[in-house]
């Protein structure tokens, strides 16, 4: 099965409000990644938490590594229609593959 | 935007027909992957390469061939096109920075087999 789990799958939120994805994991990794894929397109990268950070933040986004846990969270504050995508994480196991969840769809409603 | 192209966007082919998908990139990455999606779902690895004439198999079983001749350049061909190879296909590339690899997609191939 898929090394990253997202939950929700799917997540229908108001213009403005904050959204809250979450990953979780299976075995022991180096890094953990969030991509975003608007609808019929390929993945774009979003950030990069290496498994020795717990927080980081670019712009609007904040993501969160528990390594006990196995979990992770993206959080996408003050939310806006062009947010609406799929989101995906992936964790980065050696030196090669990165393993993709099954993402969550987010929607934003105006 | 990355410079990863993929083509053709679209494609609809009968069954038994042989196809190929062309991926390309100018970024002079040597890691290049392909992956498998059905509209909504997870993405799948089908088949990756780390360097000129290096290829290998992916985690999901494919009837698909690749190959790697030149860095910027990693084409995936159906022999025989079947139903069942309808999906959307993507193509990526990725570079090392600091130790950990950063994927950059295209735009994929949308694939209708009938």
């Known amino acids: 099965s898929q090394q990253g789990e997202e939950d929700p799958q799917a997540l229908s939120i108001q213009e403005g409000e904050n959204a809250t994805m979450n990953c979780s994991y299976k075995?022991?990794?180096?890094?953990l990644q969030w991509y975003r894929q608007n609808s019929g397109r390929g993945l774009v990268h979003l950030i990069l938490?290496?498994?020795?950070?717990r927080e980081k933040h670019s712009g609007r986004l904040r993501v969160t590594l528990d390594t006990s846990k196995k979990s992770s969270s993206l959080l996408i504050t003050a939310s806006r229609a062009a947010d609406t995508a799929s989101y995906f994480c992936?964790?980065?196991?050696?030196?090669?593959?990165?393993?993709f969840g099954q993402g969550t769809r987010l929607t934003i409603n105006p | 935007e990355a410079d990863i192209y993929q083509t053709p966007r679209y494609l609809v082919i009968g069954t038994g027909k042989k196809i190929t998908l062309e991926c390309s990139q100018t970024?002079?990455?040597?890691?290049m992957y392909w992956y498998q999606q059905d509209p909504g779902m997870e993405l799948h690895l089908i088949h990756y390469?780390?360097?000129?004439?290096?290829?290998e198999k992916g985690d999901l079983s494919s009837e698909s061939t690749v190959s790697r001749i030149r860095t910027e350049h990693f084409p995936l061909t159906l022999e025989s096109a079947r139903p069942s190879h309808t999906s959307q296909y993507l193509c990526?590339?990725?570079?090392?920075?600091?130790?950990?690899?950063?994927?950059?997609f295209g735009p994929g191939t949308r694939l209708t087999v009938l």
């Open positions: 970024m002079g990455h040597d890691k």
């Open positions: 990526a590339s990725a570079i090392r920075t600091r130790g950990t690899d950063t994927q950059y």
């Open positions: 390469s780390y360097g000129v004439n290096s290829t």
């Open positions: 992936a964790t980065g196991q050696g030196a090669q593959k990165l393993v």
């Open positions: 075995t022991s990794i180096n890094n």
């Open positions: 938490i290496r498994s020795n950070e």
